[in-house]
């Protein structure tokens, strides 16, 4: 609530008001600030100590991302996104950001994930991307559970992917997509069976 408040301000000094600003969260987890202009951009702090993570969102995918520690820069991109500014232009400008391709996208929501992501994720997360087949496809979270997705597929129309739904304290049971819900499980044996599934696609 504290940078909220904060960016409220700098908007002010600038002549400008921030519009739809809030202390929220995105898909993947809280944020410091959240801010609905031509899509969405989160604000964390920044997971080495120094200033803030901007996430720049359209759609399901990350537009562009950067570090930063000066509040000016965050809110004049905040007021360019509300001012429909292309996200190309906008990085342009903003040289702290930086543009996130399909090649991208991947590395970049484990990111979220990994350093930024809800506590009762940190087991299933941790188990995933230690293996490197798992590791390269696309995370997803949808009502708190995890799903990797074939990242040649889209969000909601996905061939291939699979979900880890917990099933108890210890206990996963893994929705391949294509085939189905599988026995309840322990994680090891859920991540063997996901990578021996995806290793198919």
């Known amino acids: 609530m504290q940078l909220v408040q904060e960016l409220n301000e700098v908007a002010t000094t600038l002549g400008a008001s921030l519009e ?3 202390s929220s969260r995105d898909r993947f987890g809280p944020a410091e600030a959240t801010h609905w202009g031509e899509g969405l951009i989160a604000v964390r702090q920044g997971c080495d100590g120094n200033g803030y993570e901007v996430t720049i969102w359209a759609g ?3 537009a562009a991302k950067g570090q930063t520690a000066d509040l000016q820069e965050i809110v004049t991109t905040m007021l360019g996104r ?4 292309p996200i190309r ?3 342009r400008r903003q040289e702290y950001l930086e543009p996130v391709g399909p090649e991208g996208q991947v590395e970049a929501l484990w990111h979220l994930l990994i350093a930024h992501g809800e506590e ?3 087991p299933v997360v941790t188990a995933v991307t230690s293996n490197p087949t798992l590791r390269a496809l696309r995370p ?9 997705i074939h990242p040649r597929d889209r969000i909601g129309s996905s061939r291939y992917g699979l979900a880890f739904y917990r099933s108890g304290d210890e206990l996963f049971k893994l929705d391949v997509y294509d085939r189905g819900f599988g026995p309840a499980e322990t994680l090891p044996s859920a991540i063997d069976r996901a990578a021996e599934a995806a290793g198919s696609w």
């Open 140 to 148: 997803w979270l949808s009502h708190g559970v995890l799903h990797l």
């Open 60 to 62: 399901e995918d990350i």
């Open 82 to 85: 509300q001012a429909d500014l």
């Open 20 to 22: 739809r600003l809030s």
């Open 120 to 122: 009762y994720l940190h």
């Open 89 to 91: 232009e906008l990085c």
